[in-house]
């Protein structure tokens, strides 16, 4: 039978078109435990590497064979040597080259909107961390709003477009994952925002990002307005795109809300939180869509694969938008917090500029899931 090698992206397409995957992880089972390849009709099997040295006979009965199957460990290479066993036994079977930490890093660009004047807005979705990021294109200019570390894929898709990479914004000073910010705008000359209260101990340059700003895109209509929006970090800022979406960053998610705790002042920011939530916010249209930070679950998903939902849907649905007694807010977003994301300290030191960690380094720093919202 055949092995068969699959790239992220592959797998990328079968999680937003609703396709059916059988996946036999071969990873140690805390690590299957906390962080896996998610999609709506997928299924699982958790059979650590070292348990499979004998063959796979006894585990056939276990894996369908109605189903493509893909194979999937760290890195790569338990991988390939599972699929060729199973090819061995007599059954077809994919791997995931580079493993999870390819997962980890792919990111699936698609189209959210026209906008006005020509327009376009982008989500970038990376399946395997819950990150969002987003780029906004008009007139053969483009604007980044918080990119992942994997600075060529914005570059790329902005040359793709024809489009001038002119303004990057971080809408805080991330935890979870490395911003790609500043690296994208050495490479491109694009102006880099970052809100200045989450700044104060950066050790580079900047442009501050202040309440109220409105950036232009293209010397056209097409505009993105900053609102300080306090809570996740004391420096959180949301944008309003085209007058149509709010960017919200990790203060509201389609499912849950931003946590207060990630720079260890959770006491001191949950009354920013509830602020912004229930008096910022719904100050704000409710006709406006929703484009977070972060996703929690796969269920989050729309149809077509984007994270997105309008503004006064979330107001009817988001529990914690509906958490009318003050004191038991704070304690939903003080107490009982799901753990903190890995490595999350050192993240916000090279976010900072303080450490500079190898490429491998900075892999390994984000592995895991993003760990933004109260649950």
């Known amino acids: 039978m055949t092995v068969t090698k699959w790239t992220a992206d592959i797998i990328a397409k079968k999680v ?7 996946i036999l992880d071969v990873r140690n089972t ?5 962080w896996k390849i998610e999609g709506h009709k997928f299924k699982y099997l958790n059979i650590p590497y070292f348990e499979l040295l004998d063959g796979v006979e006894e585990i056939l009965p276990q894996i369908p064979d109605d189903k493509e199957i893909l194979v999937v460990c760290a890195k790569e290479g338990s991988s390939i040597m599972v699929a060729e066993m199973l090819s061995d036994a007599g059954r077809d079977a994919a791997y995931l080259q580079g493993g999870m930490k390819a997962w980890s890093e792919y990111l699936e660009p698609i189209k959210v909107s026209d906008l006005q004047d020509g327009g376009e807005l982008y989500q970038f979705v990376r399946l395997g961390k819950g990150c969002l990021s987003y780029m906004v294109i008009s007139n053969g200019e483009a604007a980044i709003i918080d990119a992942t570390r994997m600075a060529d894929v914005f570059i790329n898709f902005a040359a793709s477009k024809k489009a001038k990479i002119t303004h990057i914004f971080d809408t805080h000073l991330h935890a979870d994952h490395i911003s790609g910010g500043r690296q994208i705008a050495a490479q491109t000359g694009a102006t880099y925002y970052l809100p ?8 580079f340059d900047y442009t501050p990002l ?3 700003e409105k950036v232009e895109i293209g010397h056209t209509t097409i505009a ?5 929006s306090p809570g996740h970090t004391i420096g959180s800022t949301s944008f309003i795109v085209d007058n149509k979406f709010l960017l919200t960053g990790d203060i509201l998610f389609i499912d849950s809300i931003g946590r207060p705790d990630l720079a260890g002042l959770a006491e ?3 009354g920013d939180l509830r602020e912004t939530l229930y ?10 869509i929703v484009l977070p930070a972060h996703f929690m679950i796969i269920d989050e998903l729309n149809v077509d694969g984007t994270v997105a939902k309008r503004l006064g849907d979330l107001f009817l649905e988001n529990h914690g938008l509906n958490i009318e007694d003050e004191n038991k807010f704070r304690s939903i977003v003080t107490d009982n917090l799901p753990p903190q994301p890995n490595a999350y300290q050192e993240i916000r030191q090279v976010n900072m500029g303080k450490i500079t960690p190898t490429s491998e380094e900075q892999t390994e720093m984000e592995i895991g899931p993003n760990r933004c919202a109260v649950r």
Do not use: M
Request: charge should be negative.
């Open 279 to 288: 008096t910022r916010y719904r100050e704000l249209s409710d006709d406006l």
């Open 224 to 228: 993105i307005q900053a609102i300080y």
């Open 196 to 203: 200045p209260k989450d700044a104060v101990e950066v050790v």
């Open 30 to 34: 805390d690590a299957f435990a906390d």
């Open 16 to 22: 937003i078109n609703n396709e059916n995957l059988f």
């Open 268 to 270: 001191d920011w949950v």
């Open 210 to 212: 202040v309440d109220g």
